[in-house]
């Protein structure tokens, strides 16, 4: 729902997040693990090495590369890990297009073993990014603040589900910071953001951009839009019962399946009272009032309305606060802006 720009989030302006990412994934470790047979890495292709030593993962993806293993040469023809590990959104489509039709790609999470990094992995955007809400859904903070500290709530989200497509499991682009409801089962848990999927439904476009993709523009073609029930006459509204808000796309169809995934329209039905308490404020302070508290203050008109309606200037960061996008188009849409 909100963009995801990481320059934006940064604790250090100058950090080279790609460079430092990568080196997650420099050292080494056992190729078999607690609970894992011997004989299970053996007839999934993992015992390939002559030697028990500790590997990397360089070694190991380059070690299937030239054993041809699921076709390792062919996915990654042009594409050393590095290049994997931070494949930006048109290098991942290209990718998933080439490869959406091969049954083998499961013993790819043997290389690419999210559990395996998943501690350093969260530890780095932890360590290295203030993330404040949801990117998703824009609902619920992902940082929280008590009295010594604070701390990061959020969980990593495959965007492209890691189950469905392994080799994009440890790509930093395709992890996004979000709240544990977004990431349930009950929400987006593994359904297929980029094909068909039967769960979701059926849509006209199927592929949906992830807030990090640089065309993603959810904010400026979905508007949340207001709706009063039938009983309402001269628009007065007694209770939130009396309205509904939808999120509506304007001229496309390109994020339809994306608000189906995360359920955005009914869960957002939940949060009604934040656009009835702006209706009542909008009778109670019409424009000749605020007017004349600016007389009776000496406070700009532009500063009152803000801090009456708490409203939010529209060219900021939009995922600094929750419900953000809720009330700029609902102040749009209540001529309040």
């Known amino acids: 729902m909100t963009k995801l720009d990481y320059s934006n989030h940064l604790k250090k302006k100058d950090f080279d997040i790609e460079k430092e990412y990568k080196k997650?994934?420099?050292?080494?470790?056992?190729?078999?693990?607690?609970?894992?047979?011997?004989?299970?890495?053996?007839?999934?292709?993992?015992?390939?090495?002559?030697?028990?030593?500790?590997?990397?993962?360089?070694?190991?993806?380059?070690?299937?590369?030239?054993?041809?293993?699921?076709?390792?040469?062919?996915?990654?023809?042009?594409k050393d890990l590095e290049n994997i590990l931070t494949l930006n959104q048109d290098e991942i489509i290209n990718i998933l297009e080439k490869n959406k039709n091969?049954?083998?790609?499961?013993?790819?999470?043997?290389?690419?073993?999210?559990?395996?990094?998943?501690?350093?992995?969260?530890?780095?955007?932890?360590?290295?990014?203030?993330?404040?809400?949801?990117?998703?859904?824009?609902?619920?903070?992902?940082?929280?603040?008590?009295?010594?500290?604070?701390?990061?709530?959020?969980?990593?989200?495959?965007?492209?589900?890691?189950?469905?497509?392994?080799?994009l499991a440890l790509s930093f682009y395709n992890l996004i910071p979000s709240c544990p409801t977004c990431n349930s089962s009950k929400i987006k848990g593994t359904k297929n953001t980029f094909e068909h999927d039967s769960k979701v439904g059926k849509f006209k476009i199927e592929k949906c951009l992830k807030p990090n993709d640089e065309k993603f523009d959810f904010h400026q073609k979905v508007k949340f839009k207001l709706f009063l029930d039938d009983s309402c006459k001269n628009l007065h509204i007694k209770s939130k019962d009396d309205i509904d808000i939808t999120l509506k796309e304007n001229y496309s169809d390109m994020y339809d399946k994306y608000i189906e995934i995360f359920k955005l329209n009914e869960r957002y039905k939940a949060h009604k009272d934040i656009v009835f308490d702006m209706i009542q404020k909008a009778e109670l302070y019409p424009e000749s009032r605020l007017k004349e508290l600016e007389n009776l203050t000496g406070i700009p008109f532009q500063q009152i309305k803000k801090d009456i309606f708490n409203l939010i200037d529209e060219s900021e960061d939009l995922s600094k606060q929750p419900f953000s996008k809720l009330i700029v188009d609902m102040s749009k849409e209540l001529g309040i802006i």
């Open 24 to 78: 997650i994934f420099a050292s080494s470790f056992k190729l078999i693990k607690d609970g894992r047979t011997r004989e299970e890495f053996i007839n999934n292709k993992i015992d390939i090495f002559d030697d028990s030593k500790d590997k990397s993962l360089q070694e190991i993806f380059t070690k299937f590369k030239e054993k041809k293993i699921d076709e390792f040469d062919v996915i990654f023809q042009n």
């Open 102 to 167: 091969k049954s083998s790609l499961k013993k790819l999470k043997y290389v690419f073993d999210y559990d395996k990094f998943q501690s350093e992995i969260t530890k780095f955007f932890t360590d290295n990014f203030d993330f404040r809400t949801c990117f998703y859904c824009n609902k619920d903070f992902i940082t929280n603040f008590n009295e010594k500290k604070e701390v990061s709530t959020f969980q990593l989200d495959h965007f492209y589900d890691k189950g469905t497509y392994p080799y």
